[in-house]
């Protein structure tokens, strides 16, 4: 009877412990879909497409794509670098994950990646990711999940496939080839609020584009960029509106066209509302 009892437990616990990496499996598969906790989805993207993300997402993905421009990568690689994120974290700045993977793109301090504290840098995180992707010889032919998994060595190469089209959308529209492609609904109270607002958006754009806005009005509520071209200015203005929600962005001004928190759409505006050349941000004034 005890020998009947002890091959009893020992069958219960294998049957457990398959069970759990059955779990395991299918959360690393499907990340995406378990993974992320049902919030609405307040951002629309359209550029030969759509994808629908919260603000969260959208922050992270506008932050990908300018690290990468700054970086002087192609388009593709903004394509393969969103896909990775959207795999691995869902375009979540996660505080864990597998092991002790971190982050957006969940990089492990253990493999020489970056201290916990680096890892959790969006910023940074891309920036890794593409020094990394570069070295990658001949990643600019390859399949996106193939490129991908040369930097990441997934236990799940063609996951990141799955995620190739959204990341073409993403793309396109926060490298400024699509007009007005990025719409946020902003509601509640913003993270920050007039100049502690512009002062946030001011440093962001400094470190995701290296540029340097200006802010303008007494009342330090508004910032001015200037825009080489009508691409360059779609890239800051739809820049903008993803990081619109713990900013307290109001508005944005680009091209005849103006997006708004409240309404969360673009439309247009008359040809006084800003110069052509400059993308014009206003903020939510301090209370």
Sequence with gaps: MQVRTRAAVAGGVVLLLVAMVGIWI?????????????????????????????????????????????????????????????????????????????????????????????IRDPRYAANRFYAALKKVRGWEGMRVTDAAQKVQRSAFPEAYQKWADESEVLSRALLGEATGAVACTIGGNPLRRGQVATAALTRGLTLDWGLAATAAAADLTSLTIAAADERGGWRYAHWLVSHAQDNGVRKVRFGGLEWTADGGTWDRVDGAAAPAAQVVAEVVADA
């Design 26 to 118: 299918v959360v690393r598969q499907f990340g995406e879909q378990l993974r992320l906790p049902l919030t609405s989805r307040t951002c629309t993207v359209r550029a030969d497409g759509e994808v629908a993300l919260d603000a969260d997402q959208m922050a992270n993905a506008a932050t990908i794509a300018a690290i990468g421009i700054q970086r002087g990568m192609p388009e593709r690689a903004v394509v393969v670098a969103l896909a990775t994120a959207y795999q691995e974290s869902g375009l979540r700045n996660l505080a864990g994950g597998d092991r002790d993977s971190l982050g957006l793109f969940q990089q492990r301090p253990s493999q020489g990646w970056g201290t916990p504290t680096e």
